[in-house]
């Protein structure tokens, strides 16, 4: 019978979890609220929970499962199936791969998500066919994963990709790093709706709900013409941009995807982000560069973890080796 | 007998041609002036001859050679053996292999001169035994290698580490590149020299000696306590450690080493760089990364065209490959 491998993508607001086969295709998926306040072992329990329920709600033995790939929000070290720290989370030194083993009998692999995303595009999305690529997820957070030279690339460290504390504007307003200005604090998911409720609060405009603002409500008022919407979604377009430029700079990749909350303002948002990039492009580095929205829209992290899944058997033999 | 190699680093002003063998030792090393404007074709008439006259100074047999390897600035097609583009030399599609391959008989391997210098300082140089580091070259211009997971990374098209166009001061002064405030515009030789310069034609400073500022005399004067030098020296070690934040937080190197001319001013300017890195770059990613000066100096081009020239005949083994 053949076997089934089983993703999990862990947010800091929800798990997404999915069984499917070695074509990316979803059999089955499952959401449940993360609950990070209750801490790692309660957490990976009520996982652990769902996916059993899962397997019996499909009617999928256990011993069909060929393996488990997880991908968590921080730093992994995923030679050792560690989560050494996730932030959001507040994980540090999980042994993540370690508890899923030891009760499903499989193997493991353990990755950072934004690099599990940018496998499942690389496998299946928007970077099929690319040996080099870079994969933006503009959420809660900004990260981003690379495909350079056919491999995910993962850094000395599994610390690679962090261009959300690129330094954009230095007189900008404080990050939680410690730096200022830094991409995260203005094109991340909170940062826009900060942007628009501040500037409500000076009086700027009357056409946003306060009560509710999402980022979403600031697409559809910027379809409405609102100038503050737009003004807003401009500023993280030209910034984005910006900072795609320098990254591509240097890494000559032939193609930027961006996925995450935030990138389902589409071409609101992708206008901005274009322009500004081709402005501060390196010609002949450049030429030629699209940047295009994730295929996989938000299912990217958890068919990124079914990729990771089946590498735990090596299995297929052209899928990129991470860390 | 055994083999002797021929590295040759072709650059702006002048060409540094060495024999050596394969552990990076130098046994003979012969500088000519490059006289770019004569041509491509008349430029490596005058190397070759160069070559013959070293080889027959040296004793040296042509069928000693073992490989030759050259460096070049621009855009180099690895594969095919041509330079794409090269601005400096005003080079075109000129099938650099194929010249010297014609006439010494001999298997050659071209890429770009600041990967091959970044080669040089991974085989014998401060690069050795790293595995994730950047290379910075700050010249004419400034350029940078990437060695990545124990690997020369060239990009998609060759055209990877592009940091001095990195823009960082959008309301700088026009750089070569159509853009304003590149890190080429505040950090280079010319630009510390302009710099200079036109703050002494605003009165600022008496103590320089105009009519033949260079960077050497920059940093004697910085020695010597005046304002100016140290004012320029620390815009460019601000700017540069700036943009270095940003590349690590990006790519998640161990080591960061830098050489070129203006290297040569050392704590003078690594001061100021080493200062403003930590600064911006992000806890966890930059924590124990080094910025360190080029150990082979203006020697790691022609030894990284030395190694090149090895990679011609696959010796060694661990060499890393490029493009």
Same mark, same amino acid.
């Given at each position: 019978?053949?076997?089934?491998?089983? +993703?999990?993508? =862990?947010?800091g607001?929800?798990v *997404?979890? /999915?069984?499917?086969? #070695?074509?990316?295709?979803?059999? $089955?998926? &499952?959401?449940?609220?993360?609950?990070?306040a209750?801490?790692?072992?309660?957490?990976?329990?009520r996982?652990?929970?769902a996916?059993e329920?899962m397997?019996?709600?499909?009617?999928?033995?256990?011993?069909?499962?060929?393996?488990?790939?997880?991908?968590?929000?921080?730093?992994?070290?995923?030679?050792?199936?560690?989560v050494?720290?996730?932030?959001?989370?507040?994980?540090?030194?999980?042994?993540?791969?370690?508890?899923?083993r030891?009760?499903? +009998?499989?193997? =493991?692999?353990?990755?950072n998500? *934004?690099? /599990?995303?940018?496998? #499942?595009?690389?496998?299946?999305? $928007?970077? &099929?066919?690319?040996?080099?690529?870079?994969?933006?997820?503009?959420?809660t957070?900004?990260?981003?994963?690379?495909?350079?030279?056919?491999?995910?690339?993962a850094?000395?460290?599994?610390g690679?990709?962090?261009?959300?504390?690129?330094?954009?504007d230095?007189?900008?307003?404080?990050?939680?790093?410690?730096?200022r200005?830094?991409?995260e604090?203005?094109?991340?998911g909170?940062?826009?709706?900060?942007?628009?409720?501040?500037?409500?609060?000076? +009086?700027?405009? =009357?056409?946003?709900?306060?009560d509710e603002?999402?980022?979403?409500?600031?697409?559809?008022?910027?379809? $409405?013409?609102?100038?503050?919407?737009?003004?807003?979604?401009?500023?993280?377009?030209?910034y984005?941009?910006?900072?795609?430029?320098?990254?591509?700079?240097?890494l000559?990749?032939?193609?930027?995807?961006?996925?995450?909350?935030?990138?389902l303002?589409?071409?609101?948002?992708?206008?901005?982000?274009?322009?500004?990039?081709?402005?501060?492009?390196?010609?002949?580095v450049?030429?030629?560069?699209?940047?295009?929205?994730?295929?996989?829209?938000?299912?990217? +992290?958890v068919?990124?973890?079914?990729?990771?899944?089946?590498?735990?058997?090596?299995f297929?033999s052209?899928?990129p080796a991470?860390?």
């Amino acid at each position: 019978m053949e076997s089934v491998w089983l +993703g999990i993508d =862990v947010g800091g607001t929800n798990v *997404v979890m /999915a069984l499917g086969d #070695g074509d990316g295709n979803l059999f $089955a998926k &499952k959401r449940i609220p993360t609950l990070a306040a209750d801490g790692a072992a309660r957490v990976l329990k009520r996982i652990i929970d769902a996916v059993e329920a899962m397997l019996a709600e499909t009617g999928t033995p256990a011993s069909r499962l060929g393996g488990i790939g997880l991908g968590v929000p921080g730093l992994v070290d995923a030679k050792r199936g560690v989560v050494r720290l996730a932030v959001n989370l507040n994980w540090r030194q999980v042994a993540v791969s370690e508890v899923f083993r030891s009760h499903f +009998g499989v193997p =493991v692999h353990v990755d950072n998500d *934004v690099r /599990a995303a940018t496998l #499942g595009e690389y496998q299946f999305g $928007a970077g &099929k066919g690319f040996r080099h690529f870079l994969c933006l997820t503009l959420g809660t957070g900004i990260g981003s994963g690379m495909l350079l030279d056919g491999r995910i690339y993962a850094g000395a460290t599994g610390g690679s990709g962090e261009i959300g504390h690129m330094v954009v504007d230095p007189d900008g307003i404080p990050c939680t790093c410690g730096n200022r200005g830094c991409l995260e604090t203005i094109a991340s998911g909170p940062s826009l709706v900060r942007f628009v409720r501040e500037r409500m609060a000076d +009086g700027v405009a =009357v056409n946003l709900d306060d009560d509710e603002l999402t980022v979403e409500r600031i697409g559809s008022a910027f379809d $409405a013409q609102n100038a503050l919407a737009r003004e807003a979604i401009q500023r993280a377009g030209k910034y984005l941009g910006f900072a795609l430029a320098n990254a591509v700079n240097l890494l000559n990749v032939e193609r930027v995807i961006i996925g995450g909350g935030v990138s389902l303002l589409g071409d609101r948002l992708f206008g901005f982000i274009r322009s500004e990039f081709q402005r501060f492009v390196l010609q002949g580095v450049g030429n030629g560069v699209e940047i295009v929205p994730a295929a996989l829209g938000d299912e990217a +992290g958890v068919v990124g973890a079914l990729v990771l899944a089946r590498q735990t058997t090596g299995f297929p033999s052209d899928t990129p080796a991470t860390m």
